[in-house]
């Protein structure tokens, strides 16, 4: 072989073995920093109260809490939702989360609505939007009774 | 000593270099880039700092700041400087990047310094981002629910994004640690890769000078040291002694500790994001990803290639109409949007007429947490004289 050809092998040797490695080591490490992109989160039921103490409420501000995984630690999770007895057995429980950027809205009973403190958002009280920027109504959370309790979908 | 040092390192050849002269009629504003560089190693050296007593769980982060600020000698000063300094780092970065562009500093050569530049501005805006989650207060949690909802928001890769970001579901201790290992490790190497390269290209093309030198003028200025140097010292030091005031006088602010129910508080970011946060409000409903996506990024994309758009060679402001238009109004835009931010006033609503119910759960909440009984002890690690007779039959029977 002559230098050349054996100073072309070697490069291409070097690249090859320096790329070799890096995928050995880059594809582990990518799939490290981005595994939570495909973690599935659990939902679960999680009791907001006794329905004898939320019957006739008329968008009721409720804050509960549940216990959740987040990460390496079992971490107790607020949430505040509002509930309204619609009567019948009928329930209706709207998420406060801003269905636009996260923030948290605020129902004003003058205005029959919720409204954003982030960006203007006005939803009105079947949680339509009316006025801002969200793109989706505002999330009406799936709900059971049982036994007495109210319970709502935690995703 | 320094015959040693001559013997074994280049030094004469780095101090000529040093000394070469530079283009006629710097002015002060070509000491913005030195006070960039100023700032990136005063974050560093008092991040360093901050980080012995900070801990980046969302139960001690708070009480951790607070502890800085209130019982760490100097503490608060600390503490001060850095987050002035990351305030100061923002406006020092805008305005070098101003004067790149108004003085067609961007031009060819140097496409490869400009592009290294403004990758230095998003690792910059990085740097913000990911710090003011760390006290983990209100203003902490909330910017940073709308942060990562924004990246939510581009097509496609958007929710992935997002997900990577926190680490979960929701913002909370994986979000925390994420951003703490972005903020300390993650950030500063690539900040000062690129702070290295960026130096080297502005070393090896030269100052651009000013757009009215002439090609005689560009190496019959003042020499880079001492003369530049001692003017970009004088500007830290003025710099320095302001952030320092700022850190003496102006308290740093910490707010209530995180709380994902308190819907009382109107979340509003770091200043310098408050041009976008006050965008977003202007598009609505299907054109929500105007603002939260396209617009950002295009402008991002149009500032990184500026050189090979506007490849022409005229560097006087007033014959280029179009640069001197598009970015009068860029400037405009962000300044307007910025102050529309700060005073837009905070909603008002009308208090419920029901009050607020706490849930007293009747259900016991999904616990690992096990009961203890009474005498029982729960951390006996002391071994009973039986256990350790035991371990020893173990031990002789395995030989």
């Known amino acids: ?155 | 000593m320094k015959q040693f040092l001559n013997d074994r390192l280049p030094l004469d050849g780095v101090m000529a270099h040093l000394r070469k002269p530079l283009p006629k009629h710097i002015n002060l504003l070509f000491s913005l880039g030195s006070l960039a560089m100023f700032l990136l190693l005063l974050q560093a050296a008092t991040g360093a700092f901050l980080a012995l007593s900070y801990s980046p769980t969302p139960d001690h982060a708070y009480n951790a700041v607070n502890y800085i600020n209130d019982e760490v000698p100097f503490g608060k000063f600390v503490r001060g400087l850095h987050h002035w300094g990351a305030s100061a780092m923002v406006i020092i970065v805008f305005l070098h990047i101003l004067r790149v562009v108004l003085y067609g500093s961007y031009k060819a050569p140097r496409e490869l310094t400009w592009v290294v530049g403004v990758l230095l501005l998003l690792v910059t805006l990085g740097f913000g981002f990911t710090g003011y989650l760390l006290p983990w207060d209100e203003k902490a949690y909330w910017a940073t629910v709308v942060g990562i909802e924004i990246s939510s928001t581009a097509p496609v890769l958007g929710d992935v994004v997002a997900k990577i970001m926190r680490g979960g579901a929701e913002v909370g201790a994986v979000t925390l640690s994420r951003f703490y290992a972005l903020h300390t490790i993650w950030l500063p190497w690539l900040a000062f890769g690129l702070v290295g390269l960026h130096l080297f290209l502005v070393r090896f093309y030269g100052s651009s000078g000013t757009p009215k030198n002439t090609p005689e003028d560009m190496k019959t200025g003042k020499p880079f040291y001492p003369d530049q140097v001692f003017e970009d010292v004088v500007g830290m030091l003025i710099l320095f002694v302001i952030l320092a005031c700022a850190a003496l006088f102006a308290p740093v602010p910490l707010e209530d500790v995180a709380d994902p129910t308190n819907a009382d508080y109107d979340p509003r970011p770091e200043w310098y994001f408050l041009f976008l946060f006050q965008l977003l409000k202007y598009f609505q409903g299907p054109f929500e990803i105007l603002g939260t996506f396209v617009i950002p990024t295009v402008g991002m994309l149009l500032l990184l290639f500026l050189p090979f758009l506007d490849r022409s060679e005229r560097k006087v402001l007033w014959k280029r109409p179009i640069a001197m238009t598009v970015t009068s109004v860029c400037v405009v835009a962000i300044v307007g949007l910025t102050i529309l931010g700060a005073t837009a006033p905070k909603l008002e609503t009308q208090e419920e007429t029901q009050p607020t119910d706490e849930a007293q759960q009747v259900t016991p909440p999904d616990t690992e947490t096990t009961d203890i009984n009474e005498g029982e002890d729960v951390f006996d690690f002391q071994l009973t004289e039986e256990e350790i007779e035991n371990a020893k039959d173990v031990g002789e029977e395995s030989e």
């Open chain 1, 1 to 155: 072989m002559s230098k050349e050809g054996r100073r072309s092998f070697l490069q291409i040797a070097t690249a090859c073995i320096g790329g070799l490695m890096s995928l050995a080591a880059g594809i582990p490490l990518i799939g490290f920093a981005i595994s939570p992109a495909w973690k599935k989160g659990e939902s679960q039921w999680v009791d907001v109260g006794t329905v004898d103490r939320l019957k006739n409420s008329r968008f009721k501000k409720v804050n509960y809490t549940f216990t959740a995984k987040d990460g390496w630690v079992k971490a107790t999770k607020k949430r505040s939702v509002y509930v309204t007895d619609a009567g019948n057995g009928e329930w209706s429980v709207f998420s406060r989360t801003c269905s636009h950027l996260g923030c948290l809205v605020r129902w004003d009973e003058s205005k029959e609505s919720f409204l954003c403190p982030c960006h203007g958002a006005v939803f009105d009280k079947t949680g339509a939007v009316v006025a801002g920027p969200p793109p989706r109504p505002l999330q009406k959370l799936e709900v059971k009774v049982e036994n007495g309790l109210l319970y709502v979908k935690e995703a």
